[in-house]
């Protein structure tokens, strides 16, 4: 099986070869490998010329943002399995291999794995997990994959129409929450296979943009049935958190574990 595998890029320079260099660095010879940048001016597009000939395609001009970059990379994937990373995460080794030997195995759509939190310089500084994906615990925040450690057959990428360019924010969980609508198979493993950076700069950890998820959330809460205030009910968040560990008791338990 082939593999396309899209990276976003956009002034993160000092962490951009990195992100590359996990791609390129994989043990699995099948990788379609697309870069998309919209217009950097850090040294980014350098770094990704210096990588040019081991890239199968690299796409330099405007986008309307993120989900916009990620739709034009993949309009050119001729894979048959697709991931996506931004500039800043990492790939651990061995992920591709691991990830086509799943779906080798397993007659599904999306599979996710957990991954790893690291800091500027690249130390991990903990674990962070996917959930068994469900559209309405995912409305009330109570349930999320890991976008790193996320992998899904280019079909249903196809059949949802890709990520909503309007979404500005929470693009990745959309496309899950419309593949789970338009009845996607979901897998979840057990397994590190991604690092996401943890920096003052990314959309996470600034909440610079909470208030857009939140619109968004209501947005896709409505599609359900569910009225927009209920997401603000700390008793329905609290149980969809909790139907959701109990249906996973497992990591539930590897969580205390390891925090222990």
């Not at 943002?65 to 990492?90: T, V």
């Not at 759509?109 to 995912?138: E, M, N, Q, R």
């Not at 949802?160 to 979840?188: C, H, P, Q, T, Y």
């Not at 359900?224 to 205030?229: L, R």
Request: charged share 25%; with cysteine; glycine share 8%.
């Amino acid at each position: 099986m082939k593999v396309s595998i899209v990276t976003i890029s956009y002034n993160q320079a000092r962490f951009l070869e990195q992100t590359i260099k996990s791609v390129l660095n994989q043990d699995y010879p099948n990788i379609e490998y697309i870069v998309v940048d919209p217009g950097s001016t850090d040294g980014s597009r350098e770094i990704i010329e210096k990588y040019r000939d081991r890239i199968a395609h690299v796409i330099f001009e405007p986008d309307r943002g993120p989900a916009d970059g990620l739709n034009k990379g993949f309009s050119l994937a001729k894979g048959d399995i697709y991931a996506y990373l931004n500039s800043d995460d990492l790939l651990m080794p061995g992920a591709v291999s691991h990830f086509v030997s799943l779906f080798a195995k397993y007659d599904v759509d999306v599979i996710s794995g957990h991954g790893y939190k690291i800091d500027d310089t690249g130390k991990i500084i903990g674990k962070t997990f996917s959930h068994l994906f469900d559209p309405v615990a995912f409305v009330f925040g109570a349930c999320i994959l890991i976008q790193q450690s996320t992998f899904c057959r280019a079909e249903i990428f196809k059949q949802v129409g890709g990520f909503n360019i309007d979404n500005k924010i929470s693009w990745d969980g959309e496309l899950w929450f419309d593949m789970a609508l338009s009845g996607a198979r979901f897998k979840r493993v057990d397994g590190y296979w991604s690092c996401f950076r943890m920096h003052s700069e990314s959309i996470t950890v600034s909440g610079k943009l909470a208030y857009q998820e939140a619109a968004v959330m209501k947005r896709l809460a409505a599609r359900i049935g569910i009225p927009p205030d209920d997401l603000s009910n700390p008793f329905r968040y609290r149980w969809h958190w909790l139907r959701t560990r109990v249906m996973d008791p497992v990591t539930m338990l590897k969580r205390v574990y390891e925090a222990l």
